[in-house]
Nanobody, 122 residues
Framework: QVQLVESGGGLVQAGGSLRLSCAAS????????MGWFRQAPRKERDFVAI???????YYADSVKGRFTISRDNAKNTVYLQMNRLKPEDTAVYYC????????????????WGQGTQVTVSS
């Protein structure tokens, strides 16, 4: 069974940067689109970005131009480079494997990591 483990979260000041990693084990990510979501306290889990198998990408409007998703199939890892962070980016960030369309819908993803906390101070 594939497992996903996120890392790289932490506390950063507004305007700063972080790079999140999502390492997969027990199987390969190569045949799947891989996405990132985030969930702030008392809010729903929101789509952030997705990288398809052809390396094409798609972003939520709220992060477009600031965040970059990438994947390294040889390392079985997905990344999320986050620049110009804002306090409203504070959330637990999750990576997930997409099994069907509708990229913005959590139910389209079948395997999730445990999440990594990102806190942006003002």
């Amino acid at each position: 069974q594939v497992q996903l483990v996120e890392s790289g979260g932490g506390l950063v000041q507004a305007g700063g940067s972080l790079r999140l990693s999502c390492a997969a084990s027990g199987g390969t990510i190569s045949p799947y689109a891989m996405g990132w979501f985030r969930q702030a306290p008392r809010k729903e889990r929101d789509f952030v970005a997705i990288a398809w198998i052809d390396q094409s990408t798609y972003y939520a409007d709220s992060v477009k131009g600031r965040f970059t998703i990438s994947r390294d199939n040889a390392k079985n890892t997905v990344y999320l480079q986050m620049n110009r962070l804002k306090p409203e980016d504070t959330a637990v960030y999750y990576c997930a494997r997409n099994r069907r369309g509708r990229v913005g819908v959590p139910d389209s993803y079948d395997i999730w990591g445990q999440g990594t906390q990102v806190t942006v101070s003002s």
